[in-house]
């Protein structure tokens, strides 16, 4: 008996031992593939994260310097102010003003905007025949350039031979000056950003709206459920996660609103129009002052930075769907 079982455990161990012999080989084939895989990532990494270093940190840490120095574009030297530059952005009324001209114009387009490109993707989700012209409508705004929608506004907004004003003559109603009258003249930058923008989001929520299941809607109605209940009990809820997106990045693009600013109205008529993000490139770029509006850019980076946490946390919801 034990010269049967001789060769059948000298089998036995020579198979284990080749089993654990396959095994870490593979073991070393798979870190060495890993080990490529790794040094592969890498490779796409570094080019990016070098870019983002010249052009995004770099930039970010250098302008934190000097938002604590008295560094002027003019002057060769600059000298170290302290925390001077922020202590005089609480006291300095145009500050304050231009924070209160962005903060208002949020507060206008958010809702607006919102309401209205909702209300857009709700009309272009059903199913019509030609429901593809009119979401390709809505959305060419969004690829105007800026500068040229802000440009041609300019012309509609003139007084003398704008469109809006020739219209309005036609109909009767008195005519409007936005590029020149400080009580309305940041309403004519509202409706600009509005009209561009809406077609942007209208597709943010067209893709959020066609991701609900349709047998919720049909249990629904199943129940006696109108189509306001239906909207309000199921839409929204569901929608919410999509809205912290819209509301996030439309409150950031609203904050730092520049360019149609900057070409309708410069900031004027007497200040009314003038935000944060103009209020830093003057102080920059034609004042010479750099370290004073550093400091604006970077208490300003701080007040977004926390309403955008607030804003998570409001539209923080655990619902799937």
Request: hydrophobic residues 55%; charged residues 15%; proline residues 4%.
């Amino acid at each position: 008996m034990p010269i049967i079982l001789t060769p059948l455990c000298d089998f036995i161990n020579r198979y284990s031992k080749g089993l654990k012999e396959g095994i870490q080989l593979k073991k070393l084939r798979f870190a060495a593939y890993d080990k490529q895989e790794s040094r592969a990532a890498y490779l796409f990494i570094v080019p990016a994260f070098i870019l983002l270093a010249v052009f995004i940190f770099y930039p970010m840490f250098r302008a934190l310097l000097i938002s604590f120095e008295n560094f002027n574009l003019i002057s060769a030297r600059s000298s170290f102010a302290g925390f001077d530059n922020y202590v005089k952005l609480f006291s300095d009324e145009d500050f304050g003003a231009s924070l209160w001209h962005s903060f208002y114009f949020t507060l206008v387009v958010l809702p607006v905007q919102t309401a209205v490109s909702l209300g857009l993707a709700l009309l272009v989700q059903k199913k019509f025949r030609g429901v593809g012209f009119f979401r390709t409508v809505y959305f060419i705004p969004v690829v105007v350039s800026f500068a040229i929608a802000s440009t041609v506004f300019r012309l509609i907004y003139n007084k003398d031979y704008g469109m809006l004003n020739v219209v309005l003559k036609g109909i009767g109603l008195p005519v409007l000056d936005f590029l020149s009258n400080p009580d309305i003249s940041m309403l004519g930058i509202i409706a600009l950003c509005i009209w561009r923008a809406m077609g942007f989001v209208m597709v943010i929520f067209l893709a959020g709206l066609n991701n609900i299941p349709e047998s919720l809607y049909e249990a629904a109605h199943v129940d006696g459920a109108n189509p306001m209940q239906r909207f309000f009990l199921i839409t929204l809820p569901l929608l919410k996660r999509t809205m912290a997106f819209v509301v996030i990045i439309t409150t950031m693009d609203a904050l730092k609103i520049f360019i149609p600013i900057y070409i309708t109205t410069s900031g004027g008529p007497a200040g009314s129009t003038s935000t944060v993000v103009h209020f830093i490139y003057e102080t920059a770029f034609k004042q010479m002052n750099m370290g004073y509006a550093a400091a604006a850019a970077f208490l300003f980076f701080f007040l977004v930075l926390i309403i955008s946490i607030v804003q998570l946390r409001v539209f923080r919801t655990d619902v799937e769907y």
